[in-house]
């Protein structure tokens, strides 16, 4: 940590500021503080500048003269003031400048030296701090460009997300529409399939009629004398069976009794009925006949309805 306050001083900064800004920042390299410097040139650090103490003259003559002359002579040891670059011989005070020439050049050969770093001159200060602002400033912008393709790479994913999101909802509707589709295609064939099958009914249903017709009008050129057999012939059915035909085109079928009057016909359409509700009346396709409020006691073999028939309502 001395090491950097000391690189710090040298480069033209107080002690104080120093140890204000690696005490506030933490820093662990010179950038660091370096950094926070520059960006809080206004604040000042509350902690006193320690005093600096004179060191001892190294000539220093002691006042006795006889301790001098027991003073037994001793080797001078040699000390390293400074590491020196074997690649380019540029001198460095701290392992940090170390680190620092080494990452920034690549060099790697260090090894300590007794030759003392020069202080820097003003001149040299000044250009030291101004390279070092230079590398802050460029810095700075590189982080805002960073943060700025950053920003721009979120709001092209927030765009992104939008996008499958309308697509998401698209395919949703697009599903939707496609089963009702099918749904109304689905309805519209049961509907089909529901008339034909009427169509049909109503087919064999006047075939029937017009064999029984047909069988009424010779019977008598056969044998006019025997009426009985003919009428024991028609009232032999026990039961009737109705298509009935509504007026939203579905079909109710049932099953009457031949002696039940056609009131009951009446009674079963209401209860189970398709249609709009109100009243209604109940004709014959074939022979086109009407019925009126007197054929509702008459029962359903004196009616012509039997073995079977198709019924119709109307709206009245």
């Known amino acids: 940590m001395s090491e950097i306050i000391n690189t710090l001083t040298e480069m033209g900064f107080s002690r104080s500021r120093a140890e204000l800004a690696i005490s506030t920042t933490k820093a662990q390299n010179v950038e660091q503080a370096m950094e926070w410097l520059l960006s809080n040139e206004e604040l000042e650090s509350p902690i006193p500048e320690s005093t600096v103490t004179e060191p001892t003259p190294i000539n220093s003559v002691p006042e006795n003269i006889e301790e001098k002359a027991n003073i037994e002579p001793q080797e001078k040891e040699v000390v390293a003031k ?116 009427v169509r049909q009914q109503i087919e064999q249903d006047k075939i029937a009629r017009k064999a029984l017709f047909e069988q009424k009008m010779e019977q008598p050129k056969v ?16 039961e009737v069976k109705l298509c009935i035909r509504l007026t939203n085109g579905n ?40 019925f009126t409020s007197e054929d509702y006691d008459k029962p359903l073999e004196m009616l012509d309805l039997a073995p079977t028939a198709v019924l119709v309502v109307s709206k009245t």
């Open 82 to 197: 400074s590491i020196k670059c074997d690649d380019c011989g540029k001198l460095f005070t701290s392992s940090v400048e170390v680190e620092f020439h080494g990452t920034k050049s690549g060099h790697t050969n260090f090894s300590e030296s007794t030759e003392e770093k020069k202080p820097l001159t003003e001149e040299e200060k000044k250009e030291q701090l101004g390279k070092i602002e230079a590398k802050l400033k460029q810095r700075r912008l590189e982080r805002e460009a960073r943060e700025k393709a950053e920003e721009l790479e979120r709001e092209r994913g927030r765009i992104r997300s939008g996008k499958d999101l309308l697509e998401a909802k698209r395919k949703h509707e697009e599903a939707e529409i496609k089963k009702m589709l099918d749904q109304k295609n689905r309805e519209k064939q049961e509907e089909k399939l529901a008339r034909e099958r």
């Open 223 to 238: 044998e006019q004398v025997s009426v009985a057999p003919v009428k024991s012939a028609i009232t032999n059915y026990s």
């Open 251 to 290: 079909t109710l079928t049932q099953t009457f009794g031949a002696k039940e009057p056609l009131s009951a016909v009446r009674v079963f359409i209401e209860m189970n009925r398709t249609d709009e509700s109100g009243p209604f009346q109940l004709r014959l396709l074939y022979p086109i006949k009407v």
